[in-house]
Structure formats: C-alpha cells, structure tokens
C-alpha cells in the first residue's frame, strides 16, 4: 500500500535487504548503505521500529518518515490510514524536518577496551541478577554529581524523555530542547530526583562496589551488555543526528494530549 501511493505519485522505491528477503522478493540494499541510495527513508512500525532502524541506518543524516502500524508512536508521522495523504505530502514538500539528537555512549573497560554505542532515547545501567539496590557514581565533566542508591540510572535525550525515562518520574522535554536528563530508576531516598543538564556537557557513570554484582548496559532497550565493577560508561551528545521527517499539521504538543490522554478542564 505505501510503494503503490509512493509510486503513483512519481517516487521511485527500494526495500532493504531484510524486508527484501522477508516477502521474497529481489533487489534489496543493505540498511546501512540506504545513505548512498535514497533521499529518505520510510520505516512502517512504531517508536521501538523506528529506534531499531537508527542502529540498523548507521550514518543516515537524511528524513526518516514513520508510519505507525504500532502502538505509541511519538516519533511516527502518520498512521498507516494516512498514508495517501502521507505521499501526497511528499510529493507536495509539504513537510518538515526535525532534527532530533542522539547519544553516544562509550564503556571503557578495565582492561582498556572500549565499545561504542549510539541512541536516540536513553542509555540505561540497571541492576543485573540479583533483587538488590545498587550504588552508581555519577560525575559530569569530571565533577562529581551523585551517589544513587537504586534501581539504575537513565540518560535521556529530549526525544526519550517521553519513554523509559517517563516512567521512572522524569521530566517532558520538547524536543528542540538542548538538553539530557538524568533519571534515578526506583531511588532508595525521595530526594534523589531527575537531573536536566545541558547537552554540551560529559557524563560519567561506573558502580561504586564491586559486591553489587554485575549490572547491565542497555542503549534503546537492545545493545544489552554487562557492566562490571571497574567498567566506566561516558555518555555524551553524539556528532550525529536523527532527521525525523514530521507533516506540517502535525505537534509534540498535540501528541502529548493524545498520546497521555491529557483532558484540561
């Protein structure tokens, strides 16, 4: 349905490679090569299909539109019953581009290697095995901030303050706002709140006590990886971005009410 309103409306289409193979058909490109062979990109999901498709693009600084055949679906453009007026308003330039940041995440290991990893909503470091508290240490740009006794932390851009990190208490951002948060997951003290820092700054997160036992590593909820007692994650604003294509009818704030059932009085 999406090729057949595309085509009709003049635009040329290719599937990735993947998708491709999935309903059998021939010529697919790998995802990370979509740079070198589209102008956009569409990806038919929700917001986990769209997160899924940022790790999959790699270095794609062009529109990424979002149908949503999901549930959620804040960083979707239309639903899958729009998506002739969707075509209709590409092939009109009746749309516009909103460039959302991402994170780069950095574990430097004990024993001097390191990984890398790239997000659009968070970065969490959770409790791993056990049922117990852990203690993180979380420092930015070299200052220490906190001591947190809990769950684990989330570092959130404005795009996921509407995701995990909503749920564990933390702050709405809009997203042109140039900044990331901090969230504490389940503090062990009530004055242990979520931190909104700038997106210029560095931080730094490691566990505090070798006893609490391995913790896990999760960008977007995949890339999961253990974290271990002598293990640093350095979380920053990546040199990347994310180019979200929005229809101009559209509005965060108009989601917001939607999306968390916002009534006013």
């Known amino acids: ?11 040329e289409c290719v599937l990735d490679s993947v998708t491709a193979e999935f309903i059998g058909e021939e010529g697919g490109i790998p995802a990370n090569s979509f740079s070198k062979h589209v102008d956009m990109a569409a990806v038919l999901g929700g917001d986990g299909t769209m997160m899924h498709a940022v790790s999959k693009f790699g270095k794609f600084g062009k529109p990424v539109a ?3 055949i999901g549930t959620l679906g804040f960083l979707t453009t239309c639903t899958d019953a729009e998506i002739d007026h969707f075509a209709a308003s590409l092939a009109e330039k009746s749309y516009r581009i909103s460039v959302r940041m991402l994170l780069e995440a950095t574990i430097k290991r004990l024993d001097g290697t ?8 968070e970065v969490t470091i959770a409790r791993g095995e056990t049922g117990r508290l852990v203690t993180l240490i979380a420092k930015v740009d070299g200052e220490w901030l906190n001591r947190y006794r809990a769950d684990g932390l989330i570092v959130a ?14 702050p709405l951002i809009a997203p042109q706002s ?36 391995p913790m896990i590593f999760t960008v977007d909820g995949r890339d999961t990886t253990r974290i271990d007692s002598g293990d640093r994650v350095f979380v920053k604003k990546s040199s990347r971005s994310f180019h979200l294509l929005r229809l101009k009818e559209t509005s965060f704030y108009k989601a917001l009410r939607q999306k968390l059932g916002w009534q006013g009085i």
């Open 114 to 121: 390191e990984q890398r990893y790239f997000g659009l909503n």
């Open 157 to 170: 851009t404005p795009t996921g303050s509407t995701a995990y990190s909503l749920s564990a208490g933390g």
């Open 1 to 11: 349905m999406l090729r057949s309103a595309l085509r009709y409306r003049g635009f």
């Open 178 to 213: 140039k900044v990331m948060a901090i969230t504490p997951i389940c503090p062990h003290s009530l004055s242990q709140r979520s931190l909104v820092l700038s997106d210029d700054v560095e931080i730094e997160i490691f566990p505090e006590r070798a006893d609490d036992g």
């Open 66 to 68: 979002g149908i949503n």
